[in-house]
Nanobody
């Protein structure tokens, strides 16, 4: 699976951004997600969505502020980020699970995801 993320940028605290990720290749029944990595920190899970869109899963740090959604044709995943705070500053990565991998085994570990896109930088600063 090839992934192309976009939508990052500079935003003031309290502002919003919407990230997009286009997936191509073997995307049949593939769950997708977003991770982020701040300078000097490990990559951390942000959100994931099942291949059908029926299930979503969020990190506690973004619940109530971020919303993950997707389209099936073409295969897209979005991350709507509201009320952004400086601690949300990071490079955001789109990721996809292996085709037909079991959504109910997803824990938010990077090992749950087989494919990764290039990152898109989100900077929250006044």
């Amino acid at each position: 699976v090839q992934l192309q993320a976009s939508g990052g940028g500079l935003v003031q605290p309290g502002g919003s951004l919407r990230l997009s990720c286009a997936a191509s290749g073997r995307t049949f029944r593939t769950y997708m997600g977003w991770f982020r990595q701040a300078p000097g920190k490990e990559r951390e899970f942000v959100a994931a969505i099942s291949w059908s869109g029926a299930y979503t899963y969020y990190a506690d740090s973004v619940k109530g502020r971020f919303t993950i959604s997707g389209d099936s044709a073409p295969k897209m995943v979005y991350l709507q980020m509201n009320n952004l705070q400086p601690e949300d500053t990071a490079v955001y990565y789109c990721a996809a699970g292996a085709s037909k991998a079991d959504w109910f085994l997803v824990t938010g570990s990077p090992r749950d995801f087989a494919s990764w896109g290039q990152g898109t930088l989100v900077t929250v600063s006044s």
